[in-house]
């Protein structure tokens, strides 16, 4: 288990390319990795590392980012730029889920949770020291979930003939 003196420090960072950056004065205490499916896809990658930020504490000091509805109730903001993933947030609050390797000093923030963990790769060992909070159908608020996912406005993980679909 880790202090929490990494939450109250301030923190900058940035997208790849720097046409947008940011500032935050606190850091929420919830830094994990997500395996799901949606958190896979948005960064291009096996997982997302990502940390709460309350709109309070959180200030664009360059650019603001694009966002993707990712589904109904979820946005996903990154650079237009450079396209650097840059957060998730819940479209129905304030705060963003920042992207960890966002931050100028990713090393500074501890990794404490895992999630999502249905879509882990078979290669990849739990952290050590790090809380595994199940799968993504087991999460706190799954209803909330459930919505996301009938909502998904990702692309399937399979070739389509066109996109979006037509109904």
Same mark, same amino acid.
């Given at each position: 288990?880790?202090?929490?003196?990494?939450?109250?420090?301030?923190?900058?960072?940035?997208?790849?390319?720097?046409?947008?950056?940011?500032?935050?004065?606190?850091?929420?205490? &919830?830094?994990? =990795?997500?395996?799901?499916?949606?958190?896979?896809?948005?960064?291009?990658?096996?997982?997302?590392?990502?940390?709460?930020?309350?709109?309070?504490?959180?200030?664009?000091?360059?650019?603001?980012?694009?966002?993707? &509805?990712? @589904?109904?109730?979820?946005?996903?903001?990154?650079?237009?730029?450079?396209?650097?993933?840059?957060?998730?947030?819940?479209?129905?609050?304030? &705060?963003? @889920?920042?992207?960890?390797?966002?931050?100028?000093?990713?090393?500074?923030?501890?990794?404490?949770?895992?999630?999502?963990?249905?879509?882990?790769?078979? @290669?990849?060992?739990?952290?050590?020291?790090?809380?595994?909070?199940?799968?993504?159908?087991?999460?706190?608020?799954?209803?909330?979930?459930?919505? =996301?996912?009938?909502? &998904?406005?990702?692309?399937?993980?399979?070739?389509?003939?066109?996109?979006?679909?037509?109904?």
């Amino acid at each position: 288990m880790t202090d929490d003196s990494y939450r109250f420090r301030e923190y900058s960072g940035g997208c790849q390319c720097g046409a947008v950056r940011w500032h935050a004065t606190e850091v929420g205490d &919830n830094p994990h =990795i997500c395996y799901c499916r949606m958190c896979q896809k948005a960064m291009g990658n096996l997982f997302a590392g990502l940390v709460r930020i309350k709109a309070e504490h959180l200030t664009w000091t360059r650019g603001k980012p694009s966002e993707f &509805n990712s @589904s109904d109730l979820a946005a996903r903001g990154f650079c237009r730029d450079c396209g650097t993933p840059l957060y998730y947030r819940s479209l129905s609050g304030p &705060n963003v @889920s920042m992207t960890i390797g966002s931050f100028d000093t990713p090393h500074a923030i501890p990794i404490l949770y895992e999630m999502g963990l249905e879509g882990r790769h078979p @290669s990849l060992r739990p952290l050590p020291g790090a809380k595994q909070m199940g799968t993504t159908e087991q999460a706190d608020g799954h209803e909330q979930v459930q919505k =996301i996912s009938n909502t &998904n406005h990702q692309h399937p993980d399979h070739d389509t003939a066109e996109w979006p679909p037509h109904h």
